[in-house]
């Protein structure tokens, strides 16, 4: 087979299972017969590298590190949204909507994942910028970075002249709770939310740490299209579904009642979701009717953010234990009696060190109000001290290490405890981390 034939089989292979994968989640391949074809695709670049072109996936890798991060106008304003904290400010928000249209109108009711919103222009098909939000207009060109995430598509069926949509940069609970697994062992300081640790991997100056980080993108809006016309949110969103964008799961509902209604059912499926969401967006369906309304100086008129509150429940702490990582360092833990918070079962919460716990006032048997911090999470909010039972006890870390038995040390000038022992980081490394 011709070199340059072999190269368009393997480019169409390996885009269309990154489409199946990452946007359908129905890979027709498994990751070893991926990474094998994808090789075979590098030795081919590498030896032709008059080949490469801008969409084949060697190209998602991250190129070199980036000095710093040039401006970006945007085409179309990225606006903000006004927000909405009850149903009465949504139902008045729907009652202005008939007034000023003298109709009943369609919305579009979807879930506002609190991650990073970003512009992705592409020109002839082709993707040639990202960047940022910003302040709305003009934004970071954050190109290389956002080459990374595999659900974008970087070549579109359709080859229009210029195309501009919006999305969602977001860091996955899955991801999330893996990075911080790995930092929490390792006596590091944690992420702090999804979102924080989606806009500061975004915003690397090293594209190849960014492509580690994994990040993930919800498209929610068309913002320009060159040589297409649409009469509704709906039409844009299934024509984008159909270039093979992963598309934010969407609504057409009208009336109150039923948009009332979605916004619970969408609050009570949160953790059904992969990524973290704050609460949800109601927009005009109707693409005519959005332009009549137009916006204010701050946000458009046809939309608001319903923003949900932190979910809080109360719990009882069964017991403290120590877990110690691969690294040596000793966090301790707490055992909680299960709780539902966000659509999953708690069972535990960390505690961080000798100094949260101090802190706190925690102590095994006690009553404590828990969530989850970024909706991901387990903390303790604080301890019910009018429900303190009497023989609630206090925690003091231990002396010496509870897996080897090894004198322990505090680290200087900080709060982290490590084991002295040599087996523990020697036992840890196997994968076997323990709780004591």
Known sequence: MDYREEIRELREKLNENSYLYYVLDAPVMDDHEYDLLNRRLEELEAEHPEEITPDSPTQRVGGELLGGFEKYTHEVPLESLRDVFN??????????????????????????????????????????????????????????NLKTI????????????????????????????????????????LLKNPRN???????????????????????????????????????????????????????????????????ERINNSRGEYGFDIDGAVIKLNDLKQRELLGSTAKFPKWAVAFKYPPEEKESRVKNIVIQVGRTGVLTPKAELEPVLLAGTTVTSATLHNQDY?????????????????GEIIPEIVKVELEKRP???????????????????????????????????????????????
């Open 87 to 144: 149903m009465q400010e949504t139902g008045e928000f729907c009652l202005d909507m008939e007034k000023e249209l003298n109709l009943s109108p369609e919305y579009s009711i979807e879930p506002k994942v609190d991650g990073l919103s970003v512009a992705l222009e592409y020109r002839d098909g082709l993707f040639y910028k990202g960047a940022t939000r910003g302040d709305g207009r003009v934004g970071e060109d954050v190109t290389e």
């Open 150 to 189: 595999r659900a974008i598509p970087m070549k579109l069926p359709d080859k229009l002249p210029r195309l501009i949509v919006r999305g969602e940069v977001y860091m996955s609970r899955s991801v999330f709770e893996e990075i911080n697994a790995d930092l929490e062992l390792e006596g590091k300081k």
């Open 197 to 263: 640790a989606a806009a500061g991997s975004l915003r690397q100056k090293d594209p190849k740490l960014a492509a580690k980080r994994k990040l993930d993108i919800e498209i929610f809006n068309l913002q320009y299209a060159e040589g297409i016309e649409f009469q509704t949110h709906d039409e844009t969103l299934k024509y984008l579904a159909s270039q093979k964008f992963k598309i934010m799961p969407y609504k057409i509902l009208k009336g109150y009642e039923n948009i009332k209604n979605e916004i």
């Open 357 to 373: 716990i101090i802190e706190k006032d925690v102590r095994i048997g006690d009553y404590v109000i828990v969530r989850k911090a």
């Open 390 to 436: 009497d023989d609630a006890k206090s925690y003091i870390f231990p002396e010496v290490c509870p897996v080897c038995g090894a004198p322990v040390r505090r680290d200087e000038g900080g709060a982290a405890v490590y084991c002295t022992g040599a087996e523990c980081p020697d036992f840890s490394d196997k994968g076997n981390d323990r709780e004591i």
